[in-house]
């Protein structure tokens, strides 16, 4: 399958073991700052908004902001104020009571912001907390001429990567963001997720739903409520961005979203295989099954016709629970069947009433029968599906109980033929 370019993640360094170098990330952060100006006002007053000092919101139409990174020195002839900047993973850990002095040892500053109005942002990013060094938020007195002339704000600012990243995806969200900003941004964020990966790190802006709007940013949420519930539960797995279950009646469990309709979709199909099927119509309760449609769950008969790697899958005119009852009492149709004996069962499905299969459904066997397939499977399946308002998810999501109400509502079903979660 192939891919899109992406800024932060050329394919020259596919093999890189400095891609994800902590510099590379402050580097890419950076970039992002440099070419979008309403973040760097907005990164600014946030930094502002941390300091004990009362302080008013910067205008913006100040002028020329300046941003690099792996500098060793600022301006001096332009800095009349420095505020020292850690970004990390987690800042609840940090010690408040440290005051940044001027060090005497020479500097290597992982970024440096400055600002017309002579602020100077130092940033220094560890990813992990664990990597800290204290020392490392000083700035660097030499070749300073004079400090005095300075002023060093004592407090520094502790800033966690999940908050700036979701600052980020907000603005990407917003009506007035244009398309190359957006972009980039998709490409950071992309790039920060793999990063985070590669390090065992918590770094999203992905973490909960309210802050998710766009059809990227609920595919990407939906990912890791995925992973949450893998995490959560027994026996399931990750496949195809699917919840797995191998060697179960329904093997998979696939969590979709439509942003235009505020909804967000479980949907599972249980009898897709024929072994599958044929344990479904043995072990279901029928009543149970029929009676998931009272509690929010759509059930549509959906009947698979396969040979080999290529699969037909047919609308029905049997209502749900006629179509339950004919292969109840039909089961020797699940399985196999040569042309003959498949051609035969189609012509049994058509003579009650109403035919099994619609016109169009006919068109496929027609095709079938001028392939002269030899073997044709046939495997009547359902298709469940059970749609939540996003709503609802925020109101899961913020009472902690997200993970714990999908995997009801799921259970709901599976419980029916008893292959619940656990």
Not at 6 to 33: G, M, Q, S
Not at 345 to 363: F, G
């Amino acid at each position: 399958m192939k891919r899109r370019p992406e800024l932060f993640n050329p394919v020259r360094a596919r093999h890189d073991n400095n891609k994800y170098h902590e510099d590379r990330l402050t580097w890419a952060f950076l970039c992002v700052i440099e070419s979008i100006p309403f973040f760097q006002w907005f990164f600014r007053n946030l930094v502002e908004s941390k300091l004990c000092e009362d302080n008013a919101i910067v205008n913006s139409s100040l002028g020329q902001v300046s941003v690099v990174t792996q500098k060793g020195r600022f301006d001096e002839a332009k800095t009349t104020r420095i505020v020292s900047v850690l970004i990390t993973d987690d800042v609840s850990d940090c010690q408040q009571d440290i005051k940044i002095t001027w060090r005497l040892e020479n500097a290597i500053y992982d970024g440096v912001i400055e600002y017309p109005d002579g602020t100077t942002l130092i940033i220094e990013n560890k990813p992990s907390r664990e990597d800290i060094c204290c020392e490392q938020l000083n700035p660097s007195q030499n070749p300073v001429e004079d400090i005095d002339a300075i002023e060093l704000v004592k407090q520094p600012v502790f800033l966690e990567w999940s908050g700036l990243l979701e600052s980020l995806l907000e603005y990407m969200q917003l009506n007035f963001s244009n398309f190359t900003a957006r972009k980039l941004i998709v490409d950071f964020l992309s790039y920060v997720e793999r990063f985070g990966g590669k390090k065992n790190l918590n770094l999203t802006p992905y973490r909960t739903f309210r802050l998710c709007k766009g059809d990227i940013a609920l595919d990407r949420r939906i990912n890791l409520l995925l992973n949450e519930i893998v995490g959560h539960v027994n026996e399931t797995e990750r496949k195809n961005n699917c919840l797995y279950r191998p060697n179960t009646i329904a093997e998979y469990i696939c969590i979709w979203r439509s942003a235009k309709q505020n909804l967000l979709t479980v949907r599972l199909w249980p009898g897709v295989k024929v072994e599958q099927a044929r344990r479904f119509f043995n072990n279901a309760n029928q009543d149970q099954f029929m009676d998931l449609g009272n509690h929010g769950w759509k059930i549509v008969p959906n009947l698979r016709i396969s040979r080999a790697w290529s699969v037909c899958e047919t609308k029905t005119n049997k209502e749900c629970e006629d179509y339950w009852e004919y292969f109840a009492e039909n089961q020797c149709q699940i399985g196999q069947h040569n042309a003959d004996g498949f051609m035969n069962i189609v012509n049994q499905w058509q003579q009650i009433l109403p035919p099994l299969l619609t016109e169009d459904d006919m068109a496929i066997v027609n095709d079938v029968i001028e392939n002269e397939y030899n073997q044709m499977n046939i495997s009547p399946r359902f298709e469940l599906s059970y749609d939540c308002c996003l709503d609802t998810i925020i109101e899961w999501e913020n009472k902690g109980n997200l993970v714990d109400k999908l995997v009801e509502a799921i259970n709901e079903v599976l419980q029916v033929w008893g292959e619940p979660i656990e």
